[in-house]
Nanobody
Framework: QVQLVESGGGLVQAGGSLRLSCAASGNIVSRNVMGWYRQAPGKQRELVATISSGGLRSDADSVKGRFTVSRDNAKNTVDLQMNSLKPEDTAVYYC???????????WGQGTQVTVSS
């Protein structure tokens, strides 16, 4: 089992910034991918950004140039720096952990991000 604890999120005006953090604990395999997904009301959960333990990143086109995902392998943490936020970024953001083979796949409890216009 892997436990994920998220922090950050909240309410911000359009154009502002927020930072999300997620800490993983438990049975953590060294070769893994951590990152963030989001789900807006009435929509499916979608990828925001992920980063592997080897440093390979994957970003959604909608956040390229605005959001930056980073991680600390020693601390098993992943952060999401969100700049130039838009109202359409409003969603519940979920931290995700999976191993390379995707046999382990865990989710955090979610944190609300609301961007006002």
């Amino acid at each position: 089992q892997v436990q994920l604890v998220e922090s950050g999120g909240g309410l911000v005006q359009a154009g502002g910034s927020l930072r999300l953090s997620c800490a993983a604990s438990g049975n953590i395999v060294s070769r893994n991918v951590m990152g963030w997904y989001r789900q807006a009301p009435g929509k499916q959960r979608e990828l925001v950004a992920t980063i592997s333990s080897g440093g390979l990143r994957s970003d959604a086109d909608s956040v390229k140039g605005r959001f930056t995902v980073s991680r600390d392998n020693a601390k098993n943490t992943v952060d999401l720096q969100m700049n130039s936020l838009k109202p359409e970024d409003t969603a519940v953001y979920y931290c995700n952990f999976r191993d390379y083979a995707s046999t382990q796949n865990y989710w955090g409890q979610g944190t609300q991000v609301t961007v006002s216009s």
